[in-house]
């Protein structure tokens, strides 16, 4: 089996106990200790509303991150286009390539209206039970009934947007990215724009999705690369990269599809000590899909007293059974079962520990076993 290089995902998580200031200065010490690990790129998850993460805004913690390391490839994962126009992104992260060229991904996500009605789709399908691929497990997928009803939700959506906006289709919103990089954009009625900063700029674009559907055929026909959420949604990976695959459409600039796969994970010395150093991750996730914004991440005190009733244990199901927690041999040979069911070329690791000491050496420990 081929090596594939690492990355990370960071969501700019907030301790307990900690301040949103706090988890970026940690942001930007593990970027740097990262770098020095071997990982390819550092990329920044968007969010909002969320009282224990950070990261609202990717364009600005990049550019801080930037200036504070020299080498690793630096990215969204990804942008809501839900809330931004095409115009505003090029703009935003062409500035950014133009300051450090040849060191930006620019990560095109999907939120928003559509989402909630996939959520809702995906809870009137039948229950697909769980499966084993190559050693890899394929959880079934969680009720999400209750998080596509949820009016916090809409709240979150509702503020991202000016009042009675309308978000274009996805696929039509990164066809004018294409477009307004290239420098070949053109309105409906023929008119041209030309984005500067942007035009002309060179970030490596990628789509992130989370399924089958209209992420991954607007990657492939546009012969991008694809990243696919393990970590957010393990039930559907598979159906994620096959349909990827099979929508791709050779370019020059990629002849074949490139996939990276994401998994949430932490790594100690010992398989017991990495499992108390995850042990807030249940109800960390709980409180995202119960629609309340991610808490702060717990201590594994806190986490130990939370109280679980049977509904909130099989909400979070697929997310804590697919989490990669142990030493770094257990670790490794996980991933590599995550690499071979997914055909990945590449790995994309998020680590969400309460002390940021425990998170950089859990990174750290994954980099020397998988460089050996």
């Known amino acids: 089996m081929p090596e594939v290089p690492l990355s990370v995902l960071d969501l700019v998580p907030i301790s307990s106990g900690a301040t949103a200031a706090d988890a970026v200065r940690n942001t930007v010490d593990l970027a740097q200790q ?15 509303l969320n009282p224990g993460v950070a990261g609202a805004s ?4 990049i550019a801080l991150v930037a200036g504070a390391t020299e080498r690793i490839r630096l990215g969204s994962a990804g942008v809501q286009l839900a809330h931004r126009t095409p115009l505003a992104t090029v703009e935003e992260f062409g500035l950014i390539d133009a300051l450090h060229p040849g060191r930006l991904d620019l990560g095109l996500g999907r939120s928003g209206k559509q989402l909630v009605r996939e959520y809702a789709a995906a809870a009137a399908r039948p229950a697909v039970p769980a499966q084993t691929v190559d050693g890899l497990l394929i959880p079934p997928k969680p009720d999400f009934s209750g998080l596509a009803r949820s009016s916090r939700l809409g709240l979150t959506f509702g503020l991202l947007q000016q009042p009675g906006a309308e978000s274009p289709d996805y696929g039509e ?26 035009e002309g700029t060179r970030p490596q674009i990628w789509i992130l999705g989370s399924s089958g559907g209209q992420s991954a055929s607007v990657a492939g ?14 039930s559907s990976v598979l ?37 108390k150093l995850a042990s807030g991750y249940g109800s960390w996730v709980r409180s995202i899909r119960r629609a309340e914004g991610a808490i702060p991440f717990p201590t594994p005190e806190e986490a130990a007293a939370h109280e679980w009733t049977d ?30 069911a997914t055909g990945a070329d590449e790995l ?25």
């Open 34 to 48: 990262a770098e020095r690990f071997g990982y390819r790129r550092y990329w920044f998850a968007e969010h909002h």
């Open 58 to 61: 990717p364009p600005i913690l």
């Open 173 to 198: 919103q990164v066809d004018d990215i294409l477009a307004l990089l290239h420098g070949t954009y053109r309105s409906a009625d023929g008119v041209e724009a030309h984005a500067v900063p942007g």
């Open 221 to 234: 026909r546009n012969s991008l690369r694809f990243a696919a959420n393990y970590h957010v949604s393990p």
């Open 239 to 275: 159906e994620a990269v096959d349909a990827y695959r099979a929508a791709f459409q050779p370019s020059d600039a990629l002849p074949k599809p490139y996939v990276a796969v994401s998994a949430d994970v932490v790594v100690a010395e010992d398989d017991a000590t990495a499992r």
């Open 311 to 340: 509904e909130d244990r099989a909400l979070v199901a697929d997310r804590v059974d697919t989490q990669f927690a142990g030493s770094p041999a257990t670790v490794t040979a996980r991933l590599r079962q995550l690499q071979e």
């Open 348 to 372: 994309v690791i998020t680590t969400i520990t309460h002390d940021h000491a425990d998170r950089v050496r859990s990174y750290e420990l994954l980099a020397e076993h998988w460089n050996r």
